[in-house]
Nanobody
Framework: VQLQASGGGSVQPGGSLKLSCVAS????????MGWYHQAPGKQRELVAR???????DYADFVKGRFTFSRDNAKNLVSLEMTDLKPDDSAVYYC????????WGRGTQVTVSS
């Protein structure tokens, strides 16, 4: 399975970004998907996840700021990030929390003034 994340960039605090990730898997619509991030020197951690039916769950540190969505027809998940904070700076990855495929490259998000 290939996981291709995109949409990262550099923004100022309070800014917004929308990340996307495409998974090359035939059973995508049946799979719970997650967005993770990893900051330098820290472990990779789950930021949010979404069920096959679109039910979402968020880590406390992003609740109310991030929105996770999916388009099963396109094997696509998206993460809309608003009110970004410097602590959100990290490489962001998508993966299945249940299956944990080989990690893709991720996409870098940098929040800095």
């Amino acid at each position: 399975v290939q996981l291709q994340a995109s949409g990262g960039g550099s923004v100022q605090p309070g800014g917004s970004l929308k990340l996307s990730c495409v998974a090359s898997v035939s059973i995508f619509s049946d799979i719970i998907m997650g967005w993770y991030h990893q900051a330098p020197g820290k472990q990779r951690e789950l930021v949010a996840r979404i069920t096959s039916g679109g039910v979402t769950d968020y880590a406390d540190f992003v609740k109310g700021r991030f929105t996770f969505s999916r388009d099963n027809a396109k094997n696509l998940v998206s993460l809309e990030m608003t009110d970004l904070k410097p602590d959100d700076s990290a490489v962001y990855y998508c993966n299945s929390p249940d299956l944990l495929w080989t990690w893709g490259r991720g996409t870098q998000v940098t929040v800095s003034s």
